[in-house]
């Protein structure tokens, strides 16, 4: 019964589409694929809004249940991961929950490599036991040899800023503590801290406070960030500009996703398409995200910076707001002597994402700090990919960042 309802919705949705067709950029490959994917997502947030109006619930927690079911169905229809190489067990590391994958083969007593993994959804989707990250993580630790730790960090609605970023930090700190490395076979000169999206945000703002802590014995080696979100305060970068009605991530939902978890007041909305948020924000701040300079001319091309002075309240907007200047928030916002501390990175962006030059002006900041950096642009890629290697939702550009990242990490960490 459910299911059919699904099917229903969905085919409408697709229909929907078919009438009012724009194509995708056609760099991007398996468009159907992803026109598919599209409409689901798009379907089960439709039907949740008409939950949350019924009175059932918030549509967010009403989404995450329907995805739930959906995995559960697709998980009934495909072979469960093969377990007997890896050890997976839920613990707790100094309040928090985590999800540890651990590869059981010969070599008793040898240290491997560890990595903490923040999974992404905007700060209000995900969790380590998605399909996706779960599978993700398998594949990890498996291609690798490595200890993964993957973060149940509290989300929206019921949690916002700084929560997420708390339990990211309490689960880090944990973890890289000389005991709980050496009870879990961990060598202290090769832990690395990766997540993608709203995950990278988290990933990229605690590689920072790690890096500063002076009492902090072991420190992340590496940063793998995919597809990062860092800053709030420019919403009409290139990249946002050129991607602004994308499938799967656009410009509207990603200012949706920074003002829940900043706690900021929704209808605001089209204040901060414009960018009057920051019409008040300090020139050597707004310096730090300044693409005019930070990025390559073939990524500015021909788009022009958008600055806009709003009502009254928007210029008290950032006393109303201050996470919007918190570096724990945005980390391309640290200035360049944290950076310079930071942890060696590894950077994918994808050419047709809003946060591709999120990701581009970080790497090219940290690579001026001094740090070593490798920044991969896909340019078939999109929002998501890197998630997306497994059926029914395979793409070659996903597998193939996948591999990228792991071949990465198996010569740097
Ligand atoms: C989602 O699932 C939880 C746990 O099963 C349930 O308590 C909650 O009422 C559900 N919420 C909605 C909006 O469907
Ligand atoms: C942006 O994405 C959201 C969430 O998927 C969707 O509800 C909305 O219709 C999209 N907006 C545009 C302009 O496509
Ligand atoms: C992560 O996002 C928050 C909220 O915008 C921001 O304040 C912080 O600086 C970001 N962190 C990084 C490292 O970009």
């Known amino acids: 019964m459910w299911l059919l309802l699904a099917v229903i919705a969905v085919s409408l949705a697709a229909a929907v589409r078919f009438c009012l067709y724009k194509p995708l950029p056609a760099a991007i490959r398996q468009q159907w694929k992803l026109w598919l994917l599209d409409d689901i997502i798009k379907t089960v947030i439709r039907l949740a809004r008409v939950m949350e109006w019924l009175g059932l619930g918030h549509h967010i927690t009403a989404s995450r249940n329907t995805s739930k079911r959906l995995e559960g169905t697709v998980k009934k229809l495909t072979a469960g991961p093969d377990a007997g190489y890896l050890a997976v067990s839920d613990v707790v590391f100094d309040g928090v929950p985590v999800r540890i994958y651990q590869p059981q083969t010969e070599g008793e007593g040898q240290l491997r490599r560890g990595l903490l993994y923040i999974h992404g959804g905007g700060w209000a989707y995900g969790s380590p036991r998605d399909g996706a990250y779960d599978q993700g993580s398998r594949k990890m630790s498996k291609e690798l040899d490595m200890v993964v730790v993957s973060v149940d960090y509290r989300l929206y609605p019921e949690s916002r800023f700084p929560t997420p970023y708390l339990d990211c930090l309490a689960a880090a700190k944990h973890f890289l503590s000389p005991e709980v490395l050496a009870e879990y076979g961990v060598d202290p000169q090769r832990v690395a ?99 005019t300079t930070l990025l390559h001319p073939k990524h500015r091309n021909d788009y022009l910076p ?55 002006m970080y790497a090219r900041r940290l690579s001026d700090a001094g740090v070593a950096v490798k920044a991969e642009n896909y340019l078939d890629g999109f929002h998501a990919c890197f998630s997306l290697t497994m059926w029914p939702f395979a793409f070659d550009v996903g597998v193939r960042a996948f591999a990228d990242y792991v071949r990465w990490l198996r010569d740097n960490l």
């Open 193 to 291: 801290v990766s997540g993608d999206s709203a995950g990278g945000n988290l990933s990229a703002a605690i590689a920072q406070e790690i890096a500063m802590d002076d009492s902090m014995s072991v420190k992340f080696s590496v940063q793998a960030l995919i597809y990062p979100v860092l800053q709030a305060l420019d919403f009409n970068t290139p990249s946002y500009q050129q991607n602004r009605d994308m499938v799967i991530l656009n410009r509207s939902a990603m200012v949706q996703f920074w003002l829940q978890y900043l706690g900021a007041d929704l209808s605001l909305k089209s204040h901060f398409f414009a960018n009057q948020h920051s019409s008040n924000v300090a020139p050597d701040l707004m310096a730090r995200l300044d693409w």
């Open 306 to 360: 958008v600055r806009g002075k709003g009502p009254r309240r928007m210029e008290r907007i950032l006393d109303e707001v201050p996470g919007l200047l918190d570096v724990r928030a945005a980390p391309l916002l640290a200035e360049p002597e944290v950076l310079a501390k930071c942890p060696r990175a590894y950077i994918m962006t994808c050419e047709h994402d809003v946060l591709r030059d999120d990701g581009l």
